[in-house]
């Protein structure tokens, strides 16, 4: 419910009226593919330790956690990135009409 609010409204928010409904469109489908992404890079990052017995597997497992959150934290600041510089709003509302 969260995520879909996200999308949908914010676009609503952030997108000049004429593009609206195609970035709308591309931010959903960028989210629908980063999960896939991100599903398929970590699953592979955990693959790593199946080898691995003993300490080395718990130390191997806790390096795996780290490099997910790092890799998670990257992907929020590129998108935090992304908001604040790339995307500049229009402004709406009576005050604004002529």
Known sequence: WIPNTTTYVMSALVYKPSIRGTLNGLS????????????????????????????????????????????SFAAACGGMFCTIYGVGLEPTGAKNKK
């Open 28 to 71: 959903a489908a960028a989210g629908k593919v980063g999960a896939i992404i991100g599903v398929t890079a970590f699953t592979k990052m955990f693959e790593v330790c199946d080898d691995k017995t003993g300490d080395d597997h718990q130390q191997c497992i806790n390096d795996a956690v780290q490099r997910v959150m790092f890799t």
